[in-house]
């Protein structure tokens, strides 16, 4: 891997820009910031605000002939937030005899009628070509301006008004925005608080090089999504979306955790060549496809890919896989205001079934919950999403979404080998109950004379609860395979949400908690002589393959970025080594004892 330089600190940009103003260039002052490396190589770029909680609101220049159109957005929105306060006022004066939110409104709506606000915002987007949210925001900021310097309790109480009014705007403008896709510019580094599933799957993928987020951790779903598009990201600058500015300069270097705001031209000339070396080493991985992926010792390890979205199949074929070890489902539920039907499922699962051209591929049934709750399944918001209804208990109550997907992978299995796997199972109960549903639909489409194979699809579970490894014979016993989902594992066992950057230096693999659990699994996929793979990240980091086929899984499942890191890796090691070394870790205790174990091992040292 190529060497990051010591950058020393340089000053700190620290007075706040205004929007769609000072928009930085190569030789305006740098900003270094550090936070962690969740996707490797480099990317110069240009930023784009996404700011998920509206803490910001994106702000790109628009030409002169979108300056009628971003009014329109503008207008509409006002509109909109008109006939929201006339619905509030309405139930208001159900509720209360005396509407005492009737003058407070008032004073809402005058602000919305032909105002200094709505004259101002149509204003700053003609004038500074900026688009309706950055002008909303910055003349609420210069309206307020000029009531603080007015010295008059009622007026500075008005303040507070226009901002609500003005949120409000904002909140209108972006999910008109959000139903539409975000235009981004090209070369686009992300910036972000936490990009959920439902906010990446609106980002137009072309036009993104990277991704950098405030909060998250090296398990939420934009590092796990830029891992999978082979995309540097880091995770955890808290200050960054305060400092960064859409059209910023930026460059990341994902390997080491480093965002450079601004950058100097030296650094600029220092990175491209970091960059050129970077893609030099990944192009030499390339030769790697045609190589097997066998240990040394001759043993064969088969290599699948993780599929989000049904395009990154494209990047996927590229490295020679064996298949489609994990498709998740979810993303085909996010952004619509319609559940997607048979016909449309059956029609992706078709093409990527065909296109594996006899490869096998397992499309795991909705993992809905924690940060990917499609609206249209309406689930309750709660405290802790991560334990609530999520995975194969929603999709049990839901249970005409799931026959549909199961419809959908019976029609496709006529085209190549598709499995279906089941996500978050705590109890055999659950198998039993899709099993039982799934035969549902086995009949109810022979009943309506649509083709389903003689061969029904394997039907497998993720093992990522510690309930299920406790239970893993019974389980074994009533499914086809197993696939362990370290990251959900890993959460549920030690007690750390895989999404808070707060406890990510907790989340740790080879706790010796863990390194049980996955010994346990592989004895009960063995003994109820069933394949077991590993989809989850521990996979795709090339640092724990020894353990992993040490351990006796002989099939991992990752993002196809990792996939030529990995197959190098096992061709270097040894399974006798490797079965010696997971001897070694299983008797250790303490945490500490395993690490210095693993650092060693990857020094060179061996174990008898
Ligand atoms: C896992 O939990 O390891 C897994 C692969 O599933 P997901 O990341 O989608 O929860
Ligand atoms: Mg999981």
Request: a neutral charge; glycine letters at 6%; charged letters at 25%.
């Amino acid at each position: 891997m190529i060497n990051s330089t010591k950058i020393k600190k340089l000053p700190v940009f620290s007075k706040r820009r205004k929007a769609g103003q000072n928009i930085c260039t190569i030789d305006g002052l740098e900003i270094v910031r550090e936070g962690s490396g969740v996707s490797p190589g480099i990317v110069i770029g240009r930023v784009f605000v996404y700011d998920t909680v509206l803490k910001s609101v994106p702000q790109y220049k628009i030409s002169e002939e979108d300056i009628p159109l971003e009014q329109q957005r503008f207008l509409n929105a006002v509109q909109e937030t008109l006939s929201q306060f006339d619905t509030i006022l309405d139930k208001a004066k159900n509720a209360f005899e005396d509407d005492p939110l009737s003058s407070l409104f008032d004073v809402y709506r005058h602000m919305l009628k032909g105002s200094r606000l709505i004259r101002g915002v149509c204003n700053r987007i003609k004038n500074n070509l900026i688009n309706a949210e950055a002008a909303v925001q910055t003349e609420i900021a210069a309206i307020a301006d000029v009531f603080e310097a007015m010295d008059d309790v009622y007026i500075s109480g008005r303040i507070e008004d226009i901002r609500s009014v003005g949120i409000k705007i904002l909140r209108n403008l972006q999910s008109e925005a959000k139903e539409k896709s975000i235009r981004l510019p090209e070369n686009a580094v992300i910036i972000s608080n936490d990009l959920s599933a439902a906010d990446t799957a609106l980002l137009n993928f072309k036009k993104i090089t990277g991704f950098v987020t405030t909060g998250g951790s090296g398990q939420s779903h934009a590092a796990l999504l830029a891992r999978s598009l082979g995309m540097p990201a880091i995770v955890g600058i808290p200050d960054l979306l305060r400092i960064a500015h859409t059209g910023d300069i930026i460059i990341i270097d994902g390997t080491y955790g480093k965002v450079i705001l601004c950058p100097t031209q030296e650094h600029v000339d220092l990175y491209r060549k970091y960059r050129s070396d970077f893609l030099r080493w990944k192009r030499s991985l390339k030769r790697l496809r045609q190589q097997e992926s066998v240990t040394s010792d001759q043993v064969f390890i088969r290599l699948k890919g993780n599929i989000d979205l049904p395009h990154e199949i494209d990047f996927l074929l590229k490295t020679g896989v064996d298949g489609i070890g994990l498709m998740r489902s979810e993303y085909m539920f996010l952004n619509r205001k319609d559940l997607p039907q048979e016909e449309e499922q059956f029609e992706i699962l078709r093409n990527i079934v065909s296109r594996m051209d006899g490869k096998p591929v397992t499309f795991r049934t909705i993992d809905a919950g924690g940060d990917k709750c499609p609206d249209t399944l309406h689930t309750p918001k709660t405290d802790n999403p991560a334990l609530g209804l999520r995975g194969i208990r929603l999709a049990l109550k839901n249970v005409s979404v799931l026959k549909t997907q199961f419809k959908a992978v019976l029609r496709a299995k006529c085209f190549g080998d598709i499995r279906i796997l089941l996500p978050m199972v705590t109890s055999v109960d659950e198998v039993i109950a899709a099993k039982t549903l799934l035969a549902e639909c086995v009949n109810e489409l022979r009943e309506k004379s649509i083709p389903v194979p003689e061969q029904l699809p394997q039907l497998g579970i993720m093992v990522e609860t510690p309930a299920a490894v406790l239970e893993i014979d019974t389980l074994a016993k009533n499914c086809d395979f197993l696939s362990i989902g370290t990251n959900d594992l890993i959460q549920y066992t030690l007690a750390v949400d895989r999404t808070d950057v707060s406890v990510s230096s907790l989340f740790n693999p080879l706790h010796p908690s863990i390194l049980k659990l996955l010994k346990k699994t592989v004895d009960g996929a063995k003994n109820a002589n069933i394949p077991v793979n590993l989809c989850g990240d521990m996979a795709s980091n090339h640092r724990y393959t020894a353990i992993l086929i040490g351990l006796g899984i002989r099939e991992l499942s990752m993002p196809a970025i990792n996939i030529p890191m990995v197959k190098e890796k096992i061709r270097s090691l040894n399974l006798v080594q490797a079965q010696n070394f997971v001897n070694r870790l299983l008797s250790l205790s303490m945490p500490s004892d395993i690490i210095k174990t693993f650092n060693a091992f990857e020094e060179g040292v061996r174990f008898d």
